[in-house]
């Protein structure tokens, strides 16, 4: 996990995150495998992220928890609406559907704890 946030920033691309997080697959190193799509996400600007979200969420229905899918396809959800609102901030239904999204997990974590 270290080397993920050590590699120099011009040297940080998809591809490479995508092979490292496979070889730790095929190591069944299930949890470093997970640690460096979380970390790649965090550190690689969203616009280059397409195809790093698309593994990770493969890697979660393979290997994952409901729990680490629903995470997975959240962060892929936000991110398309954040898209959209760059695009035109000022289209209503968009926030409303991203605040519905942001309040539906804010309830579902609640009934969690519960």
Request: glycine fraction near 2%; proline fraction near 3%.
């Amino acid at each position: 996990e270290r080397s993920v946030s050590e590699l120099p920033e011009h040297n940080r691309d998809e591809q490479l995150f995508i092979a490292f997080a496979k070889f730790e697959e095929r190591c069944h190193e299930f949890d470093r495998a997970r640690m460096i799509f979380k970390q790649s996400l965090d550190l690689l600007p969203k616009h280059e992220t397409r195809r790093l979200y698309r593994e990770f969420v493969t890697f979660e229905k393979k290997h994952g928890t409901k729990g680490g899918i629903d995470f997975v396809v959240l962060s892929k959800r936000r991110l398309e609406y954040e898209k959209e609102l760059e695009q035109d901030p000022r289209n209503y239904d968009t926030w409303f559907d991203f605040v519905r999204l942001e309040e539906s997990e804010a309830i579902a974590e609640a009934t969690s704890i519960l």
